[in-house]
């Protein structure tokens, strides 16, 4: 006979926790979901209130009317769930990599000088990159556009595009966030340009 251990039978809970939280995110009742996930809505009612086994074969049918992933499903919580930044000082940066990417990354940084408006110094490289300011006004460059940020505002651009950023009337605060793409491009052109303006 299998024995089951406490962590089974947590994961156990937890799955059937989720099943239930993304049924009712969708506002979908028992009746729709199991028609969805051609199950009766008996047999859904005893999954979701731990009075039927889990069947893989299920919770796949399951994942799928519920618009996930089985890995996602069964997802268990890992232990690091607080990371610290990794700090580049010549650059006055802190970067913490986004886990559920490994190729996405975001970057704290401090800005006082204000971006080159001269498109041919201006960066461009495959990749998208969001950015969102923490304190003071930015000033974001695509091409001969200008745009300027204050605060809390965000923006969003593909990095093909050739850009800049930086401070206007003071320092600013801002964090963005590079997919794999557009963190390799910053990457190489810090190496390349050390302390040169974005």
Do not use: Y
Not at 130 to 138: F, H, I
Not at 154 to 168: K, L, Q, R, V
């Amino acid at each position: 006979m299998l024995r089951m251990t406490q962590e089974d039978g947590d994961l156990d809970s937890l799955v059937r926790k989720r099943i239930r939280a993304l049924r009712v995110a969708q506002g979908w009742s028992l009746e729709e979901l199991a028609s969805r996930a051609h199950l009766s809505q008996s047999t859904l009612s005893r999954i979701e209130n731990s009075r039927r086994r889990l069947a893989l074969d299920q919770l796949v049918t399951l994942a799928r009317a519920l618009d996930t992933t089985l890995d996602q499903l069964v997802e268990t919580a890992t232990d690091d769930v607080v990371t610290s930044p990794t700090i580049d000082s010549t650059h006055g940066r802190m970067r913490w990599t986004v886990k559920a990417d490994p190729g996405v990354s975001v970057v704290r940084q401090r800005m006082t000088e204000p971006p080159p408006e001269n498109p041919a110094r201006m960066r461009a490289h495959p990749g998208r990159e969001w950015l969102v300011v923490l304190s003071g006004t930015a000033i974001l460059m695509l091409g001969h556009r200008r745009f300027r940020l204050e605060t809390n505002q965000a923006a969003e651009f593909p990095t093909m595009m050739p850009h800049a950023i930086g401070a206007d009337g003071g320092p600013c605060e801002i964090l963005g966030i590079f997919d794999r793409d557009a963190r390799r491009g910053h990457q190489s052109d810090s190496d390349d340009t050390q302390d040169a303006p974005r």
